[in-house]
């Protein structure tokens, strides 16, 4: 992925969970913790997780569920699963 | 031809707060629990302890069965005691001897179905263990091969029992029943499935009469998945619907019914609990632990249920929920109840079973549907234990304190693992 495609990324990232927790885009920084900082709880974990794999065509697993807890935690994963997808 | 309908004329639990229906409804009504601690050890080290709903003092000798039987049992389970086939055969020697029924025993036309998540694994991995740290022990230069025959030797047999046709053979053999048999293994709505599919095999004319069948004996192991998981709590007090819900504590047990069809019910006068009138079923395909949110295949299961019953959602007294007492598991199903009941409704009451007796795992739905049964027939919809104060984000009313009402039509709902989702309805007026 090139820089640009990631910065891309990562803003499409942010428009989906700023989608599903109803937060302005602006306010999740990368290292912002949803959980701690905008009160997001398992329920809204789990339909970030579906609007991540809808939007994006990407499969999370059980485990990688509680592992997003940020915007750049969302990207890591989201960049990895890709990667995995295009090989 | 006029559709056969199909009755539950006996039935048979085996659980932490009772065997028997009589002394399980006496424990349902004085709010036991028997909750235990498990202290696993391995020599003299504690591996682990957890609390889960336990049957104590279980004699398989109790129950009426043949000595041979027994014996047979327990000699094939020589490598490791598999205690969840005693609570199944215990279980249906109940069911049976609830439905009076008479049958010949060198040929006839009873079917069975078994439902059961994982037969045999507790005890199988629990011989493994403690074998290889035997043969372990003062012999580390045994090659791989020689240790490899050891543990195949030791163990395979104990290995066999999770071949999930052993239940079947074990309970066809026990109470000779000779027609169409079906394992079933829908994770913890496995019962609900084993209900469906025995109605069908007497709808299809294959037999008149199905044993539905299924036991659970959950330790250490299962334990250890769910703590992994943090989904189990370690207070051993399950709060379905609660605000400090923490997780899932099991519960031995094991549960049968016998299905009839109708016609042949009345013609021996058999005693009628209910009448299944159908179930909706569906599969997620999304994740293992985690229900798909957002996505209404519970609601579309409930839906299907009260179609195929040809019923309105209006006319169901009761909802047996699944309960799990896990708030994400426990959001997914108080949605699907006020998506179909809207919020908050007077009717049906809503309650769950499982901090009576525990989890039960693959055997849960049918051991709870068996509380569904008794409720309906004393009319009394038993509360929901420690639920203090439901979740506010669930929009639900739980039944806090046993309630008197007519019971004529319930709902037994369940929301598995892997999506496994199933919603059964029973009526007890027979016209």
């Keep these: 992925m090139t820089e640009h495609t990631i910065k891309d990324m990562e803003e499409e990232i942010k428009r989906i969970i700023a989608e599903v927790i109803e937060e302005d885009p602006s306010k999740l920084g990368a290292d912002v913790n949803f959980f701690d900082d905008l009160g997001v709880d398992s329920i809204k974990a789990i339909e970030i997780t579906v609007a991540l794999e809808k939007k994006l065509g990407i499969v999370i697993r059980d485990n990688q569920i509680p592992r997003i807890g940020t915007v750049g935690e969302a990207l890591a994963l989201v960049k990895n699963l890709m990667e995995k997808k295009n090989k | ?431």
């Design chain 2, 1 to 431: 031809m006029k559709d056969k309908r199909i009755v539950i004329t006996g039935i048979g639990p085996v659980t932490p707060i009772g065997v028997g229906k009589k002394e399980l409804w006496q424990g349902v009504l004085s709010k036991k629990t028997n909750v235990r601690q498990e202290k696993c050890l391995i020599g003299r080290e504690t591996w682990d302890i957890f609390y889960k709903h336990k049957i104590e003092n279980f004699d398989i000798g109790a129950f009426g069965l043949k000595d041979d039987d027994i014996e047979y049992m327990k000699d094939w389970k020589k490598d490791a005691e598999a205690i969840d086939l005693y609570y199944l055969a215990a279980a249906i020697k109940l069911a049976l001897d609830d439905s009076a029924l008479e049958y010949t025993q060198n040929d006839n036309e009873l079917s069975l179905v078994v439902a059961h998540e994982n037969p045999g694994l507790e005890p199988f991995l629990a011989n493994i263990f403690e074998k290889l740290a035997f043969f372990m022990k003062g012999k580390p230069d045994m090659t791989r091969k020689e240790l490899t025959d050891k543990l195949y030797n030791a163990c395979s047999r104990a290995g066999y029992e999770t071949q999930a046709f052993m239940l079947l053979f074990h309970a066809a053999k026990i109470f000779n029943i000779h027609r169409y048999s079906l394992f079933v293994n829908n994770a913890c709505a496995s019962g609900l499935y084993a209900i469906e599919a025995a109605s069908e095999l007497i709808k299809c004319g294959r037999s008149s009469i199905a044993i539905v069948a299924a036991s659970d004996h959950p330790d250490i192991y299962k334990y250890l998945w769910f703590k992994e998981l943090n989904m189990y709590d370690k207070s051993g007090v399950l709060r379905p619907f609660d605000k400090n819900a923490d997780g899932f504590v099991f519960g031995d047990g094991g549960s049968a019914i016998v299905l009839e069809d109708l016609e042949h019910a009345k013609k021996r006068d058999a005693h009628i609990y209910a009448e299944y009138l159908g179930g909706g079923f569906s599969l997620e395909g999304w994740k293992v632990t985690t229900p798909k949110i957002g996505d209404d295949f519970y609601q579309k299961t409930i839906l299907e249920a009260l179609s195929r019953s040809k019923k309105n959602k209006e006319e169901i007294d009761v909802v047996c929920a699944h309960g799990v007492g896990n708030r994400t598991i426990d959001y997914y199903e108080a949605k699907a109840i006020t998506d179909i009941f809207g919020k908050r409704p007077a009717k049906p009451l809503i309650t769950a079973f499982k901090p009576y007796i525990g989890h039960n795992l693959g055997g849960n739905a049918l051991i709870e549907t068996i509380i569904l049964l008794l409720a309906m027939e004393n009319n009394i919809v038993p509360p929901t234990l420690n639920t203090n104060t439901v979740d506010p984000r669930f929009n639900i009313d739980i039944v806090k304190e046993k309630r008197a009402i007519p019971i004529n039509i319930a709902l037994k709902i369940c929301c598995a693992f892997a999506g496994y989702n199933a919603a059964a309805i029973f009526k007890k007026e027979i016209k």
